[in-house]
């Protein structure tokens, strides 16, 4: 059974940081491409970030030095580390993976809130 479970979002004053995490099971995560995506209410779903198996990373150009995506491969985890946050970037944030030669994602994780408001 597959599943990617997600933690570390919540409320956050502008400018401040928080840290996604993604323990992911069940699956070669060592061969997987793994990233967050987000939606925030009445938007469409947005590719936030993404990291290949080997580390190539990847950002949609509103989080870009903002924002950055690692992973372990020996823990199966991923992590988005969002600093500077704006009240733009309130949605919920979806962790993701797929194998490199899949264009969707295959697998998703349950959301988790993230609220930039003062």
């Known amino acids: 059974q597959v599943q990617l479970v997600e933690s570390g979002g919540g409320l956050v004053q502008p400018g401040g940081s928080l840290r996604l995490s993604c323990e992911v099971s069940g699956i070669a995560f060592t061969f997987y491409t793994v990233g967050w995506y987000r939606q925030a209410p009445g938007e469409q779903r947005e590719l936030v970030a993404t990291i290949t198996s080997s580390e190539n990373t990847n950002y949609v150009a509103p989080v870009k030095g903002r924002f950055t995506i690692s992973r372990d491969n020996a823990k199966g985890t991923a992590w988005l580390q969002m600093n500077s946050l704006q009240p733009d970037d309130t949605a919920v944030y979806y962790c993701?993976?797929?194998?490199?030669?899949?264009?969707?994602?295959?697998?998703w994780g349950q959301g988790t809130q993230v609220t930039v408001a003062s």
């Open positions: 993701y993976a797929r194998r490199p030669y899949f264009s969707q994602p295959e697998y």
